[in-house]
Nanobody
């Protein structure tokens, strides 16, 4: 059974850090393009970061560039999202997703399209508040 499980969310003060994990079972994560998405209350799901399967190229949405880092540990079959200098605007449920094939990894715009990802985790909530 193919499964993604996120962990690492929680409550953090503004300026703090969290590291989210996305662990895969039933398939090899580095064969897939992995995206991190988030959805805040009342808003659409948005792409935050991606790492391409083919060459490890990473993408970031403008609002997190320089603060968030996506990385992949093939030995652990896990992708991470290190989030630093968090702000209240980062509050959301964070999801990881896996997509296969050339389309999803063609460029950032494609990687941030939720419908191009085949497998999704259940989400982990992140709340940034003082």
């Amino acid at each position: 059974q193919l499964q993604l499980v996120e962990s690492g969310g929680g409550l953090v003060q503004p300026g703090g850090s969290l590291r989210l994990s996305c662990a895969a079972s039933g398939f090899t994560l580095n064969s897939y393009t992995i995206g991190w998405f988030r959805q805040a209350p009342g808003k659409e799901r948005e792409g935050v970061s991606c790492v391409r399967a083919s060459d490890g190229t990473t993408y970031y949405t403008e609002s997190v560039r320089g603060r968030f880092t996506i990385s992949r540990d093939d030995a652990k079959n896990t992708v991470y999202l290190q989030m630093n200098n968090l702000t209240r605007e980062d509050t959301a449920v964070y999801y990881c997703a896996a997509g296969v094939g050339p389309t999803v990894q063609r460029n950032q715009r494609m990687c941030f399209k939720p419908h191009l990802h085949d497998y999704w985790g259940q989400g982990t909530p992140v709340t940034v508040s003082s």
